[in-house]
């Protein structure tokens, strides 16, 4: 009966994982998938997704990477950020308006 408690503890973090990744607006089956396959660390991708998403975000002037607000540096191209002069949204807030 070993494989059945393995079974009963993946489904609880595959429950979790996935009502985590609902609440951030992401697929509740999606994150019930990675949550039941890699249990601990899907669970735990899942909050760490959420919390990151939530971040400021700011858009390269030269080449258009998507940056945290307080880099200074453009991690792809290099160049020198000001602060922006511009209203910066975070990845949430761009997500809603696409939908
Ligand atoms: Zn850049």
Do not use: N
Not at 8 to 22: E, K
Not at 82 to 89: A, S
Request: proline share 4%; with cysteine.
């Amino acid at each position: 009966m070993q494989g059945m408690g393995y079974v009963a503890i993946a489904l609880g973090f595959a429950f979790a994982g996935g009502i985590v990744g609902r609440i951030k607006g992401s697929s509740f089956f999606l994150w019930f998938l990675i949550s039941g396959l890699v249990p601990v660390f899907g669970l735990l991708a899942a909050i760490f997704y959420r919390y990151d998403s939530r971040e400021l975000r700011r858009v390269c002037p030269t080449c258009g990477a998507v940056l945290k607000l307080h880099d200074a540096k453009c991690l792809r191209c290099g160049t020198e950020l000001e602060f922006p002069d511009r209203p910066v949204v975070s990845e949430e807030a761009m997500r809603g308006r696409v939908a």
